[in-house]
């Protein structure tokens, strides 16, 4: 809608991850030397954490375009709170194998299998676990004893792992000492800077096809910066907003004020979200209370029953025995 307003060849503040769009501010400049120097140990985990919306998606999307097919089979992974066995299974199935293999050992014998062909075509198999924040405890430990296999004098495969901040606290559990000390990269990617919030939006329009239409008054990607707080998501988020506001107020200058009041606007959608989520929660657990009482006195009419029951069988074989 807007993006033909403006003459543009792209929606440029899309929420959906594509490479075409990766900004190399410092922080994902940093983030992703990381990953290229974890790469280069051929060996271990390599951990990616940021708040949502931060550009861990982004990051990888720019590795897996740069990745030598030649060289790599890498598989990804977007768990949810899954078992160590269904973790395994998820694994297998990315990586080719047939499905069907129901019992463990099995299932181990063939992913080791696989990486052996891996390694004897001269490639490497890389991991990429989306979301670790999500996996319980037993099936981290789980992908750490997998990465214990040696093949040909080598490791299996080597892991990224790309969670919430959360998922470092997770790290420092003692029952995952084993898989930290097997970490041998690491960064928490970072909000971005209020230049870099400048670079992003004006790259990410430059892509799309932007010769300076609509413009943005001075101010502006401060505000911007500002309600967004550096976090790529929310930065698409507002500037989208400010785009097609733009569009339907036949503006071609995205100013400071619109910027703010449109911050504002999203803040009481996502407030007003909220409550409706709270009140949703509340009218269930009203049902539940409801429905609990309901139980509970069935439950004491069927004993009462029960009782009169046992009574009238205990009379009635009491004028028997007359």
């Not at 733009?246 to 910027?259: A, Q, S």
């Not at 606007?265 to 049902?287: C, I, P, V």
Request: with cysteine; glycine share 6%; charged share 25%.
């Amino acid at each position: 809608m807007y993006a033909e307003y403006y003459n543009l060849k792209a929606m440029p503040f899309q929420l959906t991850p594509d490479s075409n769009f990766f900004f190399e501010s410092e922080e994902h400049k940093r983030a992703f030397a990381h990953l290229v120097y974890g790469l280069a140990q051929e060996e271990g985990f390599i951990t990616i954490t940021g708040e949502i919306g931060a550009g861990k998606t982004m990051l990888v999307e720019r590795l897996w375009s740069q990745l030598d097919v030649q060289k790599f089979v890498a598989v990804r992974v977007s768990t949810t709170n899954v078992s160590g066995d269904d973790l395994l299974r998820l694994l297998a199935s990315d990586l080719g194998l047939p499905a069907g293999v129901s019992d463990k050992a099995n299932l181990l014998r063939r992913l080791e299998e696989l990486f052996s062909r891996v390694i004897s075509a001269g490639k490497r198999c890389l991991l990429v676990i989306d979301e670790a924040q999500n996996l319980p405890i037993a099936a981290l430990e789980e992908l750490r004893m997998l990465s214990n296999m040696t093949v040909h004098g080598r490791a299996p495969f080597q892991g990224l792992l790309l969670g919430q901040p959360q998922f470092r606290e997770m790290l420092s559990d003692p029952r995952l000492e084993q898989l930290e000390q097997r970490v041998l990269a690491s960064y928490h990617l970072g909000p971005l800077s209020a230049q870099d919030t400048k670079g992003y939006v004006r790259h990410r329009l430059t892509t799309a096809g932007w010769s300076g239409d609509p413009s943005f008054e001075d101010g502006a990607f401060g505000a911007i910066h500002r309600h967004s707080s550096g976090i790529p998501r929310k930065i698409n988020t507002l500037c989208s907003r400010a785009s097609l506001s733009g569009f339907l107020e036949d503006t071609h200058v995205i100013t400071e004020n619109m910027l703010h009041q449109l911050a504002e606007e999203l803040q009481r959608d996502l407030a007003a979200g909220t409550r409706e989520a709270n009140t949703s929660k509340l009218k269930s657990a009203e049902f539940d209370h409801t429905l609990d009482h309901r139980l509970l006195s069935l439950e004491r009419a069927v004993a009462r029953h029960e009782r009169t029951l046992k009574r009238t069988l205990q009379i009635l074989l009491a004028l028997e025995d007359i």
